[in-house]
C-alpha cells in the first residue's frame, strides 16, 4: 500500500494551495480517509477526515477555509485549503482509517509553509 501526497509549497498568508493523496496497492472506497498535519515542536494532529459516505470533520482551527473531499474513482482524497494562516505551516499527512488512536496506513507528508 502507498499514500503519495502532493500539492505542498510556498503560499503567502490568504492564498490558498490543494492537497492531493493518491492511493495504490488496496481500494480504500469503503474506509475513512483523513489529513493530519505536524508543526516543529508539536505534536500530529487531525485536521479533516472523511467517511466512506462522505460524511466530514474538521478541526476547529482550520472549519470553514478547508475543504476534505474524496474521489473514489481514482482512489484520492483532497484537501482544499484557503485563507491560509502562518500557523497552517505544517507537514501534512494523508491517512487512511484514522480513528482515535490508530491509524491503518500513512502516506508521506507533504510541506506547506504559509509566509506572512
Known amino acids: 500500500v502507498q499514500l503519495q501526497a502532493s500539492g505542498g509549497g510556498l503560499v503567502q498568508a490568504g492564498g490558498s494551495l490543494r492537497l492531493s493523496c493518491a492511493a495504490s496497492g488496496r481500494t480504500f472506497s469503503s474506509y475513512t480517509m483523513g489529513w493530519f498535519r505536524q508543526a516543529p515542536g508539536k505534536e500530529r494532529e487531525l485536521v479533516a477526515r472523511?467517511?466512506?459516505?462522505?460524511?466530514?470533520y474538521y478541526a476547529d482551527s482550520v472549519k470553514g477555509r478547508f475543504t476534505i473531499s474524496r474521489d473514489n474513482a481514482k482512489n484520492a482524497v483532497h484537501l482544499q485549503m484557503k485563507s491560509l494562516k502562518p500557523e497552517d505551516t505544517a507537514v501534512y499527512y494523508c491517512a487512511v482509517g484514522p480513528r482515535p488512536g490508530k491509524v491503518d496506513y500513512w502516506g508521506k507528508g507533504t510541506l506547506v509553509t504559509v509566509s506572512s
Open positions: 472523511i467517511s466512506s459516505v462522505g460524511s466530514t
